[in-house]
Every structure is written in C-alpha cells, then in structure tokens.
C-alpha cells in the first residue's frame, strides 16, 4: 500500500523503525511467503550522478545497504543521508501515517528544534546547541560553585576538627616520643642496676669462696694442731701403759696369800712346839680332835673352786674392767665432741632461722598483695591455716589442700611473671586446689560460709601423666623444644614456674599455659612459626601475643596479634620458694630434733659413764671376793698341811734327844720364816708405796689426757664448724653461681637491649648512654627503675585512653591531607569554574547577538506564513517564539496558537485543545509556511488529510499544489487513502495510484504514456480501466 512507500523511503535511507511507530521488527516490511524485501532509491545529485541507494532485508533480520551498486553500511548511508539535508526523524520533513497525531503532542522545544533542522538553519541549531551547553555550563557552574563553596566551607569546618585532633597527635607523638625516651632510659637504668646487682652476685660469690678458701686453710691448720693432740694423746697413752702395768702387778701381788702362809705356818711351828711339850694324855685328846678338825677342813676344800677357776674369773673381771674404763674414756670423747656438735647445731638452726625469716617476709609480702587484690582469697588463706590440723584430727581433709598459685607457685626468673599471669588469669591464680574432688566440694561449701570472692578446684593428679610423660597425649601434641630452637625459643608458659603438683595440673588443665611457647624476639623465620608448627595456637615473640584461630564450621584461619608491653605483673611478682619455706621449716624441725637427740645422747652418755663407773666398782668388790675366796682357800689348804703333819707327829713316837732336836728346828725354821716374812713385808711396802705413786701418776696422765681434751676440744669443735662451714657455703655457693650465670644472661640481654635502643646515636660499648641521650635521660625527672616503670605504665596508661586516635592516625593523617588537597583542589576548581563562566557568558553575549536575532526573523517569517494561510482559510493563526528567560536557551521552542471561530480566545496547538481535523489543518498549514525556506531536498506527509471536511481538505490541497509548483520549494510527496473530485492539478504534480486489487489485469506500469500529453501513464490507465 501507499504506507509501505513511506515506510520504504525511511527504512531505505537508514532511518529508524521507531520514527514510523508502526512495528518493532523490521522483519514484518517483508511481503508474505517472501524471504527478502529489497528497496531501491534514486536521490537527486545537482552535481553530478544521482546517487542510488539499495537496502535488502533479509527473513532473518539482517540488513545490508549499498551505495550506487557497491556495498556499504549503515554508517556510510546515514552519511550519505545527512550530507543532502534528509531528516526522517524530523516531523517537519517526514510526518509518516502513524506520526501525523504526533505533531501536535511535540513539545515547543522539541517543535523549535525540527523547524530549525527543517528549514536547513544547521550553524543556528549549533549556536543554540553551543548556548545550551554554555547556559548548562553556566547553570551547572553556579550550581558547582554554590556546592563547592558549601563543600569548602564543610571541609573548612571539618579541617579544624582535624586540626585539633592532629595537634592533640602531635602532643601524643611527643608524649610517644616522651614514653620512648623513659622506655629508653628505664632499659638504661635496668642495666646500670644490673651492672650493680650483678657485681654484688659476683662480690657474694667471691665472698663465699674467700670464705671457703679461708676456711679450708683454718681445716688444715686445725687438722694440724689435731695430729699434734693425736701425738700427745699418744704420748700419754704410752706413759699409761707404765703405771697400768705396775697397778694391776701391785693388785695382784696385794691379793696373793704370800703373808698368810707365812704368818700360818709361823702358827703351825707354834703348835708343833706346843705339841712337843704337851704331855701324852693331851697329846692324844689333840690327836682326836685334829683329825675331826682335818675332816672338817677337806670337806670344805671339796666346796671350793680351784685356783685356775678363781684366776680366770679375776682375768676375766680385770678385762672388764678395763674395757669399761676403756669406754668411759671413750664415752668422755664421745661427749666432748657430742657438745661440739652441739654448738654447731645451735649455730646451723640459727642462720636457718634468718633464712626462713627473710623468705616468710618475701611470704608475708604476697599475702599483704593478696589482701588487697582479693580480701576473701586472703581470709580462706589465713581461716584454712588456722583449722586445718583440727580438721585432720577430725578425720576431714585428709587429702593434700593447696593454697592459691600466686602463694604456691615460684618463678625462677621474675621477667617471665607476665606471661604466666598473662595466660592464668586472676581467678585461676587465687583457686584453691584440692586433690580429692569430694573434699573440693567440701571446702568449697564450708569456705563460701564466709567468705564470696572464693573458688576450690580439684587437682587431678592421675592426669599429671599426660603433661609428664613422654607417652602423655597432651605431652606428645606439645612441639619440642629442640625443634623451635631456630625461632630462639625460651620456654613454654607451663615449664617457667614451680610449684606442687597438684596446682601445676590444675593451671595445665584450666588454661593455655601448658601450650603457650615464648620466644625471645622476632627472627627472620618468625612468620613460619604458626605455618611449620599449626598445633601451636598461641605464642609469644618477646612483649607480642600472636593467636591463631580456626572457625569450627568453615575451618578458615584467622590471626591476630596483641602488644603486651603495657601488661605488668601484679599477682607473682614478689618471688619466694614455697618449697624452700618448707625445706628450711623441715631443716629447722630436724635441727631442733636433733639437737634434742644430741643433748640426749650426751645425757645418756653422761648416765652411762656413771653407771660405768659403779659397774667397776661393783668389779673390784667381785675381785676382791675373788680373791678373798682364794685366799681362804689357800689357808684351809695350808691349814690341813698342817694339821695333817701335826697328826704325823703326834702320832710319831718321841724321846728327849729328838724332843730337843724337833725344839730347835723349830725354832731355826720360826726365825727364817720370821725373817722372810720381814722382808716380804718390806717388798710388799716398798710395792704398794710405788704402786701408789703409779697411781697417782696414772690419774695425773688421766688429767692430763682429759685437758688435751679440753684444750684441743675448741679446735675439735672449730675443725667440725669449718668442715659444717665449708660444707654450707658450697651449698650457697652453688646457687649464687647460678643466680650469678642468670644474672649474666639478664646483664647481657639488659646491656643488649640499652645499647641497641640507643644506637641510633652511637654503637660504642659503653656503661654510660651516649651524650644526647645522656642529656634526654636528665630532663626526665624518675631516677629509679620502679619510678620510671610507673612513669612509662601513667604514660601508657594516657596513651590507652588516645588508643582510639592513634589507631585512626594514619587515617587521620590521610583525611588531613587529603582535605588540605581537597581546599587547595576546590579553591582551584571554584576559580576555574567562575573563569569558565565569565568566559561562558562573553561566548554566550557573542553567539546570542546574532543568532537570537535570526531565530526572532526566522520565526517571523514562519509566522507570516502560517498567519497568512490560516486567513485564507478563515481561521487565525500565529507562531511565536516561546522562552522563559531570554538567556534560558533550553526554555526556546515555537509556540503555534489557533483560533478557528470568532469571539474564542487563542488556544496553543495541543492534544485535547482541537480537533483531529483542527489539528491536521495545523499541521499541514505549518509544514506549508515551512515549504519555502526549507532547504531539505523533499518532504513527505501521509494521511494528513485525515479528519478534514472537504472544503478544507480541498484548500489545504491547493495551499499544498501552489507551495510544492511554485518557487524554489522541494519535493513534496502527499499520501492520502483518497482524494476529492475534480481537484487541480498543476505541471510538476505527478500522481501515483497504488493499488493491490485483483480486478487490474494488467501491470500499470505496462500502460505507456500518450506521446505529447503530460496525463501520467497512470492516469491513462485509470481511464482505460473505467472505460472497460
């Protein structure tokens, strides 16, 4: 149909579907049961050869262009287009069947600019294009300015709160340059004391073994002077030999029967001489009654022990006795040295007791930290001491209760206190520890009686195995020291304190001590710690916590890391050895026992060398018995001699001449045993006066051996003391050797840490600070470790409370310069922008001079035109320019006002304000003032005459014919489903009948045209089908 002309017109010369407003798809313009749809167009070229431009559309959507035979595409064409001034976008131009309801919908703008394309003013619609943009400049300029200015003066506003907190970081750098300088000088400080501390380790050390050099020289000297008392002892051992021998011979002698035979038979001569003289009858009343006397006396010596026997049991009893004299003597050294040792002891429990006295004090300051972190902890402590023996008595608690870990617990090294509170926590480290969980239960009931702040824990000691022993699970899951050596490893939280078992299982089971490595410093292969060793969850590199954290469901690891400096110990940093408490309360119970032991022994050997002494003397009774015995023994014996030769000569028959004879031998033998019993009296008294003196030789050498005793005693007693001395001092020696190694490492690290802090400034070893620090150090007014410690922990303790902001410094930092650049960049952008729009304004003065005035002439024109035409049509019409501000470009359109019946008032073109036919009549009568000054090749309207009455489709089509005949219009294609009868027709207007019925037999276009005649073939056809 005609539509498909326009439509092909459009589409061929790369215009877009959406201008026809008649399909979305360009694939619908294809002709049923076809598979491509070609169009081809032949455009005027007034220099030179038309350009003919084909278009193809292929079923699928494809479409290709070409340009006089050659392919091209749409780009080329759209060119092509624009260079011959053919818009079909512009209504003005190209008002397709679909659009003509459009024209009144334009907005004045939109209208504006289709007029001014149309009638081919392109450098005005530049000027305009350029003056929107300049006024969009200069809108967007006051806008940005105005906004600038506002952001400007907020970033102004906010800069001096950045200011103020950038001077407030400023003062806290210095007050961190401050800190760094305490920290700096307190390092200092720490190795000045250490320097102290360690010569007086080293000067103890060197006391101790002064003194034991000195004392193993006072041993030898008094070993000396004791092998010069073992020589007189021997000497006068020697010389006691003498006066023994001649004592026991003198007892001995003393105690043989030698005077009582002698003085026996002086009494038997006596009665021989008796008998000689006694008369027979006497004689035999003698005879009988010495023969019951000699009866007598055999049956008595019957009942008598022999001599042999008597002599042995002397022998015996005089060994004894010398055995127990003897050992009195020995029991007197025993005790002399007994009494030494006893002074030894005394002066043993007496340094003991200093020792316990000053630990109980180190004691007694934990207990007072403990009273005021935790006064009810404190009171448990103190009513469980008080109780606890009575409890036991009462068969409570008969399992091991422990006190809390900051009472029980050592650390060796008090640099490591902070770790292990650290990690322990308060409450773990003021936990009572029970060993039976019942008895836990017990004491906890009983002590939350009185006391709140309180907690008993059971110590499984059936666990401590899995900590110990190699087998130990949580032993075997711990990394081995040997293998964290490389990252300088020190220990683990759990092998830095001592303490009873049970409370070091209660801390390894309740917190991360056990698990928790501390290293030294940060190494070149710190970073791989948690790689190479994943179990290790938590550690230390010098004062930084690093923690990994696994997610129990996504199994993602996350790090952290946590700077402790600021953490000091509060709960362990007194130090005292529980263990050595108890060691020293056991040494001083053993001392005290043993000095009672002591004492008694010496009482016992007191009592023993008495009841020694009364056991000799019972001896000597049992010898003299002994020997009585053997000298009654020896009188019956000799008695019964005797009496026996006194029978033998009784009974031998006598005479005078041997009456005289027996007298005188009897008196002869009287007078020799009278003698030789003089002179045995004599020897006996010159024996005993010897003897006597021997004695008293004897006690004197037994004196003289007690004084070496006593005088040699003091040495004795100073030869044990040295050796007790000797043996002490190497016992303190060896662990002040030690404290003295630890103090070494310590001075080491300290002098380490003091030199590197201040290298910066100087490398040289020195005791000293270098100079410029020396001088920083001064102006600091805390002197002492623990004044500068409290110094850096208030210093510390205001920087936390600025964390906050420092944490932000960076990005305090960063916002300050980047505001201070954003002042300087909006600064320069608001002058640029208020240059721009002075710059604008004198381009705008310039292109508006001109071109305003030339729209005004431009639409004035139009109007005369379009105002002439509505007259002639009996309507009043007019076209204005319409503007809001004359410098608001965007505001310009054309304005078209109507009035079609006499008293109305003007009405703006508008849907809804006129009829259809109103508004086609509109229409087309603009497009007609337009015809003349338009510059574009042709124009193309379709169905405009749609809603027109005849008489004003029949004016219009005249108004159209006389502006597309006359003058320099362009081309005009006018489309219409009809047209009226017997309209005019004028040379140049050619009509086309487009008509698809089946009743045209034949192509038209097969019908020629009368030679001569100007009626288009079309027209001859039309007549040759209504002839037929």
Partial sequence: GKSALVNAICIGLGGNIDTLQRCDNITTFIKREAEEARIEIELYNGSGDNFEVGCSITIKGKVGWAINGERANKTQVEDLVNSLNIQTGNMCQFLPQDVVKNFPLMTPQERFLSTVKAVGEGKLVEQFDRLKEIQKVIDNSDNLIETKENTLES???????????????????????????????????RFENDIREAKKIKKKTDEIKQIIAGCKEQIVECKKIDAEKDVEMGKITEKLAVPEKLIQYTERIMMEPMVNKKMMELEHLEQLMKSEEEDRVDKAENLDKTKIEIEKLTRELKHCSGDNAIDIEISKLRDKEHQIDNKIQTLITSKSDLSSKSKNLQ??????????????????????????????????????????????????????????????????????????????????????????????????????????????????????????????????????????????????????????????????????????AVFQEETPYSEEISDEFPNLRKYYVGKTLNTCRVSKYSKLVSRGEEDISYFKPQRLKINYDQEEIYSLEKQVDDLNKEINTNNKHVQKISDTVVKNKQEITQIKK????????????????????????????????????????????????????????????????????????????????????????????????????????????????????????????????????????????????????????????????????????????????DLKNDEKLMKDQEKINRSYQEKKQSIETLGT?????????????????????????????????????????????????????????VDDYKSYGVAIKVRFRDGEDWSELAKGRQSGGEMSVTTAIYMLALQEMTTVPFRCVDEINQGLDERNERRVWDMILNAATEGGGSQYFYLAPKMPYNLEYKPGTVVHVCHASDTIKRSISSVEQEEGSDVSRWVTAAKRLRDS
Wanted: with cysteine; proline share 3%; aromatic share 6%.
């Fill in 155 to 189: 970033i102004k506003n906010k800069m001096e709160g950045i200011k103020q907190k950038k001077i407030k970081m400023d003062n806290i750098e210095q007050v961190m340059v401050n800190k760094d300088i305490a920290e700096k000088k307190l390092k200092w400080t």
């Fill in 347 to 516: 002066q043993s429990l007496r340094q003991v007791q200093r020792n316990l006295s000053d630990l109980k004090n180190a004691e007694n300051q934990k207990l007072t930290q403990l009273k005021k972190t935790n006064p009810d902890c404190y009171g448990a402590v103190m009513y469980i001491r008080k109780n606890i023996e009575d409890w036991r008595q009462s068969g409570k608690f008969k399992h091991g209760i422990h006190e809390p870990a900051v009472l029980t617990l050592t650390v060796p090294n008090l640099e490591n206190a902070v770790y292990i509170e650290k990690e322990a926590g308060g409450q773990q480290l003021e936990a009572f520890v029970c060993e039976d969980p019942r008895e836990a239960n017990d004491l906890m009931q009983e002590l939350r009686q009185r006391f709140q702040r309180v907690s008993v824990i059971h110590g499984d000691l059936n666990k401590m195995a899995q900590f110990i022993s190699p087998r130990g699970e949580r032993f075997r899951s711990r990394a081995a020291a040997e293998d964290l050596e490389r990252y300088k490893f020190v220990d683990y939280v759990g092998d830095m304190f001592n303490g009873p078992d049970a409370v070091k299982v209660h801390l390894y089971m309740h917190t991360s001590v056990y698990n928790t």
């Fill in 622 to 797: 049992d010898i003299a018995e002994n020997n009585e015995l053997k000298v009654n023994k020896s009188k019956l014996e000799i008695t019964l001699k005797h009496k026996k030769e006194l029978v033998v000569e009784m009974t031998r028959p006598k005479s005078d001449e041997n009456h005289e004879g027996k007298m005188e031998e009897y008196a002869k033998k009287k007078v020799i045993l009278a003698k030789d019993l003089v002179k045995h009296m004599q020897s006996m008294q010159e024996t005993h006066a010897k003897s006597n003196l021997q004695y008293i030789e004897r006690e004197l050498l037994y004196v003289k051996q007690y004084h070496l005793q006593e005088k040699y005693s003091e040495n004795s007693s100073r030869l044990n003391n040295l050796v007790a001395e000797v043996k002490d001092q190497e016992a303190a020696l060896t662990p002040e050797e030690k404290r003295l190694d630890r103090w070494k490492e310590r001075l080491r690290k300290s002098k380490d840490d003091a030199h590197s802090c201040t290298a910066d400034e100087s490398k040289e070893v020195s005791k000293k600070p270098p100079p410029n620090y020396a001088a920083l150090f001064d102006q600091i007014e805390a002197r002492t470790a623990e004044d500068l410690e409290a110094h850096v922990d208030a210093i510390a303790k």
């Fill in 829 to 885: 952008e608001i002058e640029q922008l208020r240059e721009d729009k002075v710059n604008a304004l004198k381009e705008s003065d310039n292109i508006s001079t001109s071109g305003v005035q030339r729209l005004k002439d431009l639409i004035d024109n139009v109007n005369d035109k379009f105002s002439a035409y509505f007259a002639d049509l009996g309507y009043a019409g007019e076209v204005r320019l319409s503007r809001g501000d």
